[in-house]
């Protein structure tokens, strides 16, 4: 028995686009091969129930990947981190919260607290930077 890929994204917890993007691409998410898929009714793909059921296990047990180390300078708010990189808050505010690139230029990860998105200050210099070389290109 099959299931669909976006009943297997939810098992999972991730976006159905990223689990598209690694099945089409080289059958990997996160370091770990994906189950038996096969693709049926045009672009819909299935993955084997009882093999996706089992991935989905390891996939909870593994151990989270330690993110960025924070530097311990306080972090920076959506507002502060739009006009350093003069953009729009609501075009940065959409770009984060839908996981998009801002001209190609991937956003650094973003903190929430208290309903507020926040940033690390060396992420966005970083992101600031590619941002503006990307602007002095065009």
């Given at each position: 028995?099959y299931?669909?890929?976006d009943?297997?994204?939810?098992l999972?917890n991730?976006r ?5 993007h690694a099945a ?7 370091g770990?091969t994906l189950?038996?898929r ?9 993955f084997d ?5 089992a ?5 909870h047990?593994r151990?989270p ?12 708010t ?8 003069d ?5 940065l505010?959409?770009?984060a919260?839908?996981?998009k690139r801002?001209?190609?230029v991937?956003l ?11 940033f ?7 992101f600031?930077?590619e ?8």
């Open positions: 028995m299931i669909r890929l009943v297997f994204a939810g999972l991730v159905p686009g990223k689990l598209l089409r691409t080289n059958g990997v998410l996160d770990m189950p038996a096969r693709q049926v009714r045009g672009a819909a793909l299935m129930q009882a093999e996706a059921t991935f989905a296990e390891k996939w047990a151990e990947e330690a993110g960025p180390a924070a530097s311990g300078a306080p972090l920076m959506l507002n502060a981190v739009a006009r350093e990189a953009i729009p808050p609501l075009v505010w959409q770009a919260n839908r996981g801002l001209r190609g991937a650094p990860v973003a903190a929430r607290e208290g309903g507020q998105l926040l690390e200050p060396a992420a966005v210099a970083k600031v930077t941002y503006r070389l990307l602007q002095h290109k065009k």
